[in-house]
């Protein structure tokens, strides 16, 4: 496996659409899309989202999801980073875990490791991330990795009443 990125306990690489099993083993849980209102139909389902979503950013942007594995042992936990958002012209921060990893810092761990990718290696200005307001283990997150409240706002995939909160984080001050 070619690494992309690591960490102390991860490995991040680019999925291939070999991949698609992994996408929608995670997706089967509704507790690891209770807040983004996605699940997977099928293995189909998720060749389509990687053959259409996820893969052609590592060639046009350079960056993407990543799959994240342990570097002990190997195993895929779920996948974390950096996607260009071509209708909001910004740099989204996403994650997304295996319930068994949850509450042991991989988020934390993954998402500012991005960051810091982000911002060094690709030389970004800002990068955004959006969180529903009832995912208070996301809200620890973006705190803990410095993203700054910007405001909410509803999206038709989540329920009314139940916006996305957005957070930035600038490396080089505001833009305009």
């Known amino acids: 496996m070619e690494a992309v990125l690591e960490t102390d306990r991860l490995l991040f690489r680019k999925f291939t659409i070999d991949d698609a099993g992994l996408i929608y083993d ?12 996605d699940p997977m139909t099928d293995v189909e389902q998720a060749k389509k989202v990687l053959r259409e979503v996820i893969l052609p950013q590592y060639s046009l942007y350079g960056h993407g999801r990543w799959a994240l594995h342990l570097k002990e042992g190997n195993e895929f936990i779920g996948w974390c980073g950096l996607k260009y958002r071509p209708e909001l012209d910004e740099i989204d921060l996403g994650y997304r875990f295996k319930k068994k990893y949850w509450g042991k810092g991989y988020a934390t761990e993954a998402a500012a490791a991005c960051l810091d990718y982000g911002f060094e290696k690709l030389r970004f200005r800002d990068v955004y991330s959006f969180t529903s307001v009832l995912n208070k283990s996301s809200e620890r997150v973006m705190q803990k990795i410095g993203m700054e ?12 009443g139940h916006p996305l909160r957005r957070h930035v984080l600038y490396r080089v001050g505001k833009t305009v």
């Open 149 to 160: 409240k910007e405001g909410e706002f509803d999206h038709p995939k989540i329920e009314q």
């Open 26 to 37: 995670l997706n089967l849980d509704p507790e690891v899309t209770k807040y983004t209102k």
